[in-house]
């Protein structure tokens, strides 16, 4: 009987400490992200993961891998889809070729101004399609704000969409996005992100479009100096988590994840202001020419025809977007 219990009192002594250790030991989720430390969608990415270490009291632990360290974006998505990669932050443009109710929205001249796009955002159409990911393998965790795109190129100064007739001009991958530079005469070019400087300079491609703080922290400035604001469209960024490694956590981790994926927002919106700013005097300082358009009437006109062209889905979704007051 006494050595039953000298042995039950050493296995105790061998167990505990691996059952304490176990239990301390934290789920590493991996998220990543395209753009470089101190971009304002990483610092929202940083500012997403320290709350869900806070609120975890350091059970879960998201390690943010910035720099296209994972992949470019398409092959990041997939493998989130298969549960390789936890966690990306992404634009919604590749998401949509899963998820086609996303291209809602990425319409050209959509919102009315930022406010207009965030009340989508954070309302109920955002929340509904945030939840349309999880038949797709996608959990959607929440936004972040990308600005708006206009086209810049290496060519000349283009005023009216005239000027980008013949021009080639690199897209994201994405139908909607081929389909809004053919609406403009120009010739479109899908390509990873990590390939737009290279293209450009080589004269793969005449163009691109893109916000000012990926238009200057690529370095695009450099080797295509003709910047037109013509601000065709606001496309959201969002953060998507994979469906099959989530899963694995219990319902109050998902949601603790969720909501520090939402309350990271405003704090990235206010990176972003501050980086836009930052980014339009550098290139002014640069030498690169920046065409305003106040007045994008012609520019709208071009694209009308895409908002017929869409599925009855995304027409309904649109006119429940700009009915947001
Ligand atoms: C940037 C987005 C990034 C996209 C990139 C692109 O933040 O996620 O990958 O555009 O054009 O604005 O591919």
């Not at 753009?35 to 320290?50: C, S």
């Given at each position: 009987?006494?050595?039953?219990?000298?042995?039950?009192?050493?296995?105790?002594?061998?167990?505990?400490?691996?059952?304490?250790?176990?239990?301390?030991?934290?789920?590493?989720?991996?998220?990543a992200?395209t753009?470089?430390?101190?971009?304002?969608?990483?610092?929202?990415?940083?500012?997403?993961?320290?709350?869900?270490?806070?609120?975890?009291?350091?059970?879960?632990?998201?390690?943010?891998?910035?720099?296209?360290?994972l992949?470019?974006?398409?092959?990041?998505?997939e493998?989130?889809?298969?549960?390789?990669i936890?966690?990306?932050?992404?634009?919604?443009?590749?998401?949509?070729?899963?998820?086609?109710?996303?291209?809602?929205?990425?319409?050209?001249?959509?919102?009315?101004?930022s406010?207009?796009?965030?009340?989508?955002?954070?309302?109920?159409?955002?929340?509904?399609?945030?939840?349309?990911?999880?038949?797709?393998?996608?959990i959607?965790?929440?936004?972040?704000?990308?600005?708006?795109?206009?086209?810049?190129?290496?060519?000349?100064?283009?005023?009216?969409?005239?000027?980008?007739?013949?021009?080639?001009?690199?897209?994201?991958?994405?139908?909607?996005?081929?389909?809004?530079?053919?609406?403009?005469?120009?010739?479109?070019?899908?390509?990873?992100?990590?390939?737009?400087?290279s293209?450009?300079?080589?004269?793969?491609?005449?163009?691109?479009?893109?916000?000012?703080?990926?238009?200057?922290?690529?370095?695009?400035?450099?080797?295509?100096?003709?910047?037109?604001?013509?601000?065709?469209?606001?496309?959201?960024e969002?953060?998507?988590?994979?469906?099959?490694?989530l899963?694995?956590?219990?319902?109050?981790?998902?949601?603790?994840?969720?909501?520090?994926?939402m309350?990271?927002?405003?704090?990235?919106?206010?990176?972003?202001?501050?980086?836009?700013?930052?980014?339009?005097?550098?290139?002014?300082?640069?030498?690169?020419?920046?065409?305003?358009?106040?007045?994008?009437?012609?520019?709208?006109?071009?694209v009308?025809?895409?908002?017929?062209?869409?599925?009855?889905?995304?027409?309904?979704?649109?006119?429940?977007?700009?009915?947001?007051k």
């Amino acid at each position: 009987m006494k050595k039953f219990r000298i042995i039950a009192l050493a296995l105790l002594l061998i167990l505990l400490p691996s059952t304490l250790f176990a239990q301390a030991k934290p789920i590493v989720l991996r998220l990543a992200e395209t753009h470089p430390k101190g971009y304002p969608t990483e610092l929202g990415d940083e500012e997403f993961a320290r709350l869900v270490k806070e609120r975890s009291n350091g059970r879960i632990i998201i390690e943010v891998y910035p720099g296209s360290q994972l992949g470019e974006e398409k092959a990041v998505i997939e493998q989130v889809q298969f549960g390789a990669i936890d966690i990306t932050r992404v634009s919604i443009s590749p998401v949509a070729a899963f998820v086609p109710k996303l291209n809602a929205f990425q319409m050209p001249y959509l919102y009315r101004d930022s406010d207009h796009m965030w009340k989508v955002l954070k309302g109920d159409i955002g929340m509904e399609l945030l939840a349309s990911l999880e038949p797709f393998g996608f959990i959607g965790l929440g936004w972040f704000e990308a600005g708006a795109r206009s086209f810049y190129n290496s060519k000349k100064p283009v005023y009216t969409p005239a000027d980008l007739k013949g021009m080639k001009i690199r897209v994201q991958e994405s139908e909607l996005m081929l389909g809004l530079v053919r609406s403009f005469g120009a010739i479109p070019t899908p390509m990873p992100y990590g390939e737009v400087y290279s293209g450009l300079q080589t004269g793969v491609v005449d163009g691109a479009e893109n916000n000012p703080p990926s238009y200057y922290s690529a370095s695009h400035y450099e080797v295509a100096k003709y910047y037109t604001l013509d601000e065709h469209t606001m496309v959201p960024e969002i953060i998507i988590g994979s469906k099959i490694s989530l899963g694995r956590l219990s319902k109050a981790d998902q949601d603790l994840i969720k909501k520090a994926a939402m309350d990271a927002i405003d704090y990235q919106r206010a990176e972003w202001d501050a980086y836009v700013k930052v980014s339009m005097d550098k290139v002014k300082a640069a030498g690169c020419t920046i065409i305003p358009i106040p007045d994008k009437t012609e520019w709208m006109k071009a694209v009308e025809p895409m908002y017929k062209q869409q599925t009855k889905e995304i027409q309904d979704l649109v006119a429940r977007i700009r009915a947001v007051k």
